[in-house]
């Protein structure tokens, strides 16, 4: 999370108008749950129940300013489905929030988490506001009143936070803190991503990274492709970015680019990935490294690679410049970094694209771990966390991959028709209540 400043003044939706010409994350979601739906014959009635969400939440956060003013934001809570299990999902922090963004992640939640077979359904929240701007003190009245405007979907069984853009284990421990007054007594379980001092779980903060790492590694298994040498290239290198950056390394692979907001840095006989690790964590731009060529953030995704990593923002690979990435293996660390027109490009091209419901999913699996934990109040080494990640994340790359294989559709397809079948099962066995 940025840190946070002294104030200028934010107005409300300054975004507004150039968000609405941006592509729709939820109808780009959805052009890819049509298809899967379609491919799995879903039965007319249950494809109109999973197209909709149970439930949308929209709250007014009057939060006061440190200067004496009131201002009042805008939040969101999505609960897109719940028959799996409690909602999981983040709470977002940022400009460019907006319901049909909070719809979409909310849906990606419920696909992710039954790709990875985890007992839970899917969420997502956000406000409207840019925390660069807000002082600590106005980001924890922020928290808790908007907490207080959901908290009659939150809980343990009902609806599990976790954090997202901009929100880190301090926002969540607010949140555990302002559910926990109202119910009158300490409830842990009722968020994930806390600090591991009061009920997080060891991993969760390098789990997506490592994810990313083993998905990876299988799938360099499963091209026949080496470990040692192979370059990798990661835009973001942020929690998820510097991690899988960190561990790639680790198994043999060689970074040879990475990038943050401020551009990326560039070897092609790889980084000095301790050097640039010590950069970042100095709070330093990677604009401002001197060891590297520098390149522009659409540069870093077309660099002569194997393994790219979008591990940033949504829609950064598009139709424009899908045809000129030159890796073999996309492994999507973020949430929705491709839009549906570059699918087809790189299927076309023969790019093996990890996608993002698989890829990124390490993050919500040791979440699982965390909520496990803290229900069962016994607490788990670190080891034993990685392993079972790992088992999770090789078995679930094993049936994406086996269901792309059967349909014969990639992975992306493959993945989707791994998470709406499940879903689909458990509302057929439960039936519609009347
Ligand atoms: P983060 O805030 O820790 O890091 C984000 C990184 O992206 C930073 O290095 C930032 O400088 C960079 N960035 C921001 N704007 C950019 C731009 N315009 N171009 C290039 N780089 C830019 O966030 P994170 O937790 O690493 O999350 C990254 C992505 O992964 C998001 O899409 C998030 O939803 C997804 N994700 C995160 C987790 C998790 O556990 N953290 C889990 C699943 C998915």
Request: hydrophobic share 40%.
């Amino acid at each position: 999370m940025s840190t946070p400043q002294r104030h200028a003044h934010i107005g409300i939706r300054p975004d507004k108008d150039t968000f609405l010409v941006q592509e729709n994350p939820f109808e780009e979601m959805m052009s890819r749950f049509d298809d899967a739906a379609k491919r799995l014959g879903l039965e007319p009635g249950l494809y109109q129940v999973l197209r909709f969400p149970e439930k949308q939440i929209i709250v007014s956060v009057p939060v006061l300013r440190d200067n004496g003013t009131v201002e009042v934001f805008t939040g969101y809570r999505v609960i897109y489905n719940t028959s799996r299990g409690p909602a999981k999902g983040g709470i977002r922090f940022d400009l460019q929030v907006n319901l049909d963004e909070v719809k979409a992640l909310a849906a990606w939640m419920t696909w992710k988490c039954a790709v990875v077979n985890l007992p839970f359904g899917g969420a997502k929240g956000g406000v409207i506001c840019d925390p660069a701007t807000m002082s600590l003190g106005e980001l924890e009245r922020l928290t808790r009143r908007y907490t207080s405007g959901i908290i009659d979907t939150l809980g343990p069984d009902s609806d599990v936070p976790a954090p997202d853009v901009n929100t880190n284990e301090r926002v969540m421990a607010w949140v555990m803190d302002t559910y926990s007054m109202h119910k009158r007594h300490t409830v842990t379980a009722v968020v994930t991503g806390k600090p591991v001092e009061m009920g997080g779980s060891l991993g969760r903060r390098e789990a997506t990274g490592r994810g990313c790492m083993f998905v990876t590694r299988e799938a360099l298994k499963k091209l026949g492709m080496p470990i040692k040498g192979t370059r990798v290239a990661i835009q973001g290198f942020g929690n998820v970015g510097s991690v899988a950056a960190e561990l790639m390394s680790g198994l043999g692979l060689t970074v040879v680019a990475v990038s943050d907001k401020s551009g990326g840095i560039h070897d092609p006989k790889g980084l000095n990935l301790a050097e640039v690790l010590k950069h970042a964590r100095d709070r330093k731009l990677l604009s401002d490294y001197k060891g590297a060529e520098h390149v522009t953030n659409q540069e870093l995704l077309t660099i002569d690679c194997d393994v790219l990593v979008p591990a940033a923002l949504e829609n950064v690979i598009t139709d424009e410049n899908a045809k000129h990435i030159k890796a073999r293996i996309i492994c999507e660390g973020a949430n929705g970094p491709t839009t549906a027109a570059a699918d087809k490009i790189l299927n076309q091209k023969g790019v093996f694209v990890i996608p993002d419901i698989l890829a990124n999913a390490g993050g919500v699996t040791v979440s699982y771990f965390e909520w496990v934990q803290d229900r069962g109040g016994y607490f788990w080494d670190e080891a034993t966390v990685n392993q079972r990640l790992e088992r999770i994340m090789v078995q679930s790359f094993d049936e994406v991959t086996a269901m792309a294989e059967k349909h014969k559709v990639d992975n992306r397809i493959g993945a989707y028709m791994l998470a709406i079948d499940r879903v689909a099962a458990v509302h057929r066995l439960r039936g519609l209540y009347a």
